[in-house]
Every structure is written in structure tokens, then in C-alpha cells.
């Protein structure tokens, strides 16, 4: 089945162009099935290439998909235009006072990791919505400082800041073979990772009910799952587009930042050859059997999700 979004969503057309199935309301309309109701939380700055490459991911699900778009509620983009926001996206104080529940729950990262988790403008509802999804959400994915802020705020575990941004493309170790999230998993693969912040491994074993899921030596743990709260967190960026390292990184030579020329990235790290995409295999994998666990697990009743025990594998 394919991912269900508006026409007019550019991702729509985009992802159509790449062969991802995509279906448009009405004719999802007509189909005597439930879709899965995922949402996307979207603190990225680039709104729609952020909403593409998750649609992106979901819809190479054999299920049929309804992704739903939300922001913050009195927080305003500058990177996204006006009229996108008030098309296609809803204010988070909006879906929480409608009652609306979701089988999953997307939460991506933010450019804040120097600030403070107190000093962002929008954390006071932000920690809302983390408590909104244990009794609205039946399985939430935090991502890089989406899922930092959940670990801290559900475990009071800190994120550290590095001596040198972490950027490149880094060989990761799967640490759970049997988790079905990891089903079809090589035992060493590459990730996309852009940040200036850590979560240390010593701290997420402090916790009980916290399991790594991958890791990496170099740069820490990466795939946490905590089961008590129907929860993964990543730290690293499965979605990224073959391109998006390149463009942060021409960004920042452009505008006289130091920045080091992404790892293990560019043919024999040379920026001014084409970067290959060694990941996006993996990528699929991930979401794909994030989708088949939330499909496999979810009441049909929608209305039930966040009545049954917390541990939503049992």
C-alpha cells in the first residue's frame, strides 16, 4: 500500500517521481481498510526536505500510511514559507485538543544543541508533548535532539557536548541481534552523523529499561530502545538524502565556519567528487520495520492506544 499525503504536498510529486507509492485522500478515502496514522513532529528549519525524507522512509511500507504534519504551536519558521506551514501543517495545541490519538509518532531534531534544553523557546511544550504521547501515541521516534530531550526528560540523562562536531558517515555495530526493529541488519553498516553533543553510554546503562541498540566506537551509542514509554531514540541521521552532509558542509565553508570535511563521506574524501550513499538500504530497513511492529501491535480500535500495559510486546 502506499503513503497517503496531499497532492499538493511537494512530497507528494517528488517521491512519485522516485517510484515511492503515493496516494492522494480521496482515493485512499475509497480503500475499506485503516491506515496507520503516523505523525511528524518537524523542528527542522528546512521543513520540506525534512518532511520528504521521512515520507520518504515510511512509504516503502506494503501498509498504507497517513502522515500527519505538526509544529509547535507559537513557534514560527523562517526557513519554510507561510503559506506551506498554514497548508499543510497543524499546531501541536490543536491535535491535542481534538483528542486525536496516532500509532506513531516522528520526532525530529532541532540546530539547538548548544542551548540549554530550558533556555529553548518551546520546551515547555515540548515536555507536553512528550507526556501527550503516553496516553495519545502508541510507539514515538525521537530523533538526534528530539531523542536526546526525551531521554532527558523521561530519565534525566544529560546530552555532552564534543570537543569537535561529529560529521561524516560512521561504521555502526548492531548491539540487539534479536530486536525485530534490527531484523535484516548487517553486523557493521554506515550512518550519517551531524552533531555537537553526546549521549554517553555508561549514563543509558544507569537506566534500567533503557537497551542500546546500535552503536559505534567512535561515536557513541546511536538506536536506544526504552520500552516502558513505547519509545526508540536515534542519534544519527538514517534519513539523510545522499546530498544533505553536502550541503551542510558547503553551507559552512561558504559562510567561513570551521568545519571538517565530512568522514568517510566523499570518494577518498575528496568534496569536490559526488558522495555516495552507503546507508539507504539500512534506512529502509529501520523504518520499514519500525512500521511493521507498530502495524503488528497497535489496537485496531484507535481509540484504545494508551489503555493497555506499557509494555506494548506483551
Known sequence: MPIRLPSTLPAFSILRNE???????SAADKQDIRPLRIGLLNLMPKKIQTETQFARLIGASPLQVELSLIRMTDHETRNTAAEHMEAFYRPFAEVAETGEKFDGLIITGAPIEHLP?????YWEELTRVFDWTQSHVHSTFGVCWGGMAMLKHFHGIEKHMLEAKAFGCFRHAVAAPASPYLRGFSDA??????RWTEIRQDEVDAVPGLETLLTSEEVGPCLIEDRAHRALYIFNHFEYDSDTLKQEYDRDVANGTPINVPRNYYPEDDPSRPPMNRWRSH?????GNWISEVYQTTPYDIAEIGTRSTDWRT
Open 19 to 25: 517510484g515511492v507509492q503515493v496516494m492522494g485522500r
Open 117 to 121: 534544553y530550558g533556555d529553548v523557546t
Open 189 to 194: 553498516f554506515v550512518i550519517p552523523v551531524s
Open 283 to 287: 534506512a529502509h530497513l529501520l523504518y
